[in-house]
């Protein structure tokens, strides 16, 4: 049961382009939701995150958009840069609960 | 920039042996996690744990898997009787009081053979 989906494998994009990275949930009781980033040989390394209060959160290239009724949320990355060549996990969790639940991540490829 | 650390990075061991997985989260944290990733596939929560006792505990954490904090340190995950699915990358992961932001150590690689 996949409570965090994120259907793109993979994404390519031109160096100063605009990345866009998806993520659906279906649990109507997540409230917090975060992403990270992941290299090779590394673990997940928070990003940005979100509570359900905003539909908004930015941090320098990196904005995250949250669209409750469409239990979808998106990472945007501007301008993008070879170095932020990885693995992207959305992850959420409930506020009663301490788990996180991640999707299984999609790879950005930034070239130059 | 405080950090949480996994030893070792690599554990070989043999089905039905009994492995320990170390970890050492970041110094004024209180919550701990283990997560797991099996190869290609997710992220999968594990276990969490605050003031000496499991909070949370997911079904793939069964009798096999049980969680210390021996000291003020370390923080251990032990598999009793590995079997040859429990081969993945295991992440130790830690948050401060009232955050909601995991912060993961680089993993131990458990190969089961």
């Not at chain 1, 793109?8 to 993520?23: A, D, H, M, T």
Request: aromatic share 12%; hydrophobic share 35%; charged share 20%.
């Amino acid at each position: 049961d996949q409570q965090v989906k994120q259907n793109s494998p993979s994404l390519s994009v031109q160096e100063g382009r605009i990345s866009i990275l998806n993520c659906d949930y279906t649990n109507s009781m997540f409230d917090y939701f975060l992403w990270y980033k992941k290299y090779p040989a590394e673990g997940p390394t928070f990003l940005i995150s979100i509570s359900s209060i905003k539909d908004k959160n930015e941090d320098g290239r990196f904005t995250v958009f949250l669209n409750k009724s469409a239990k979808h949320l998106s990472l945007h990355i501007v301008p993008s840069q070879p170095g932020d060549s990885a693995v992207y996990f959305c992850a959420s969790k409930n506020q009663a609960g301490t788990a996180l639940i991640f999707g299984k991540g999609t790879t950005l490829s930034v070239s130059s | 920039e405080p950090e949480v650390t996994q030893t070792p990075s690599h554990q070989v061991t043999q089905m039905g042996q009994e492995v320990i997985l170390r970890c050492v989260p970041i110094s004024n944290h209180l919550y701990f996690y283990w997560y797991r990733q099996i190869l290609g596939q997710k992220v999968e929560f594990l276990v969490s744990f605050y003031n000496n006792e499991i909070s949370e505990k997911s079904e793939i954490f069964d009798d096999q898997f049980s969680v210390e904090r021996p000291d003020g340190s370390n923080f251990t995950l032990k598999i009793r009787s590995t079997k040859l699915e429990d081969s993945a990358m295991y992440f130790c992961a830690s948050t401060g009081t009232g955050a909601d932001i995991q912060y993961f150590g680089a993993g131990t690689r458990l190969s089961v053979l």
